[in-house]
């Protein structure tokens, strides 16, 4: 079974200050990881994925993501903050092989805060 | 082109009453979810359907939960007997092919039971 973990539900950090959510994830076999982005009252917009090539993962809006198998995370990091960029984030993984169905299992999500 | 929409947006309704939630998904994705997000549990898969094969409902809290899609295209969400515990926004999401892809997410259904 697969599972995922989003260290801290709050993150706080200055505008142009470094952005970094981390995500673990279990899973038995060889998983896609995705980052979700929900801003107030929408849905959910896909920020980056890993679906097996490059371990470093280039998003939307400057956000990149690095897949690490030793250490099973997929954490999210944005070079300097912006004040449109206070959202809650949403790390997921599948399995995309073996009958399965493809259903996301997703963190609790993590809430950034930028502040002026 | 058009997303994935869901309506209503917001839907209030008082305990053991039925609701239907409905999604349509983006043209031609053949794979539709559904899932839940409630503060205490996060985002949950409820029920998914890939073309034509039998739904995989694994997902769904309680028997008092259906979902149904008609012609491959528009999903329902039936709710029977609403309770307090079922307060949460439900997001529909599509994609062209299972797991590879994208998952295009609706923007919800947000359920008051009162």
């Known amino acids: 079974a697969q599972s995922v973990t989003q260290l801290g539900s709050h993150v706080s950090v200055s505008e142009g200050a470094l952005v970094l959510l981390r995500c673990n994830y279990s899973?038995?076999?060889?998983?896609?990881l995705f980052w979700y982005v929900q801003y107030p009252n929408q849905g959910l917009q896909l920020l980056l994925k890993?679906?097996?090539?490059?371990?470093l993962v280039k998003g939307i809006n400057g956000f990149e993501a690095e897949f690490k198998k030793s250490e099973t995370s997929f954490h999210l990091t944005k070079p300097s903050a912006h004040m449109s960029d206070a959202a809650e984030y949403f790390c997921?993984?599948?399995?995309?092989?073996?009958?399965?169905?493809?259903?996301?299992?997703f963190g609790k999500g993590t809430k950034l805060s930028v502040k002026p | 082109g058009a997303g994935v929409s869901q309506s209503p947006s917001n839907k209030v309704t008082e305990k053991g009453k039925d609701v239907e939630l409905r999604c349509d998904p983006i043209s031609g994705h053949t794979a539709l979810y559904w899932y839940r997000q409630s503060l205490g549990q996060g985002l949950e898969f409820l029920i998914y359907?890939?073309?034509?094969?039998?739904?995989?409902k694994s997902g769904l809290p309680s028997d008092r939960f259906s979902a149904e899609r008609t012609g491959g295209s528009v999903s329902t969400l039936t709710i029977q007997r609403t309770q307090q515990e079922d307060s949460a926004v439900y997001l529909c999401a599509s994609t062209p092919r299972v797991a590879v892809d994208e998952q295009f997410f609706g923007p919800g259904t947000r359920l008051t039971v009162l």
């Open positions: 359907f890939q073309g034509n094969s039998a739904p995989d």
């Open positions: 997921a993984v599948s399995v995309p092989y073996g009958g399965s169905q493809g259903n996301l299992i």
């Open positions: 890993y679906t097996s090539a490059a371990t």
């Open positions: 899973s038995s076999v060889p998983p896609y």
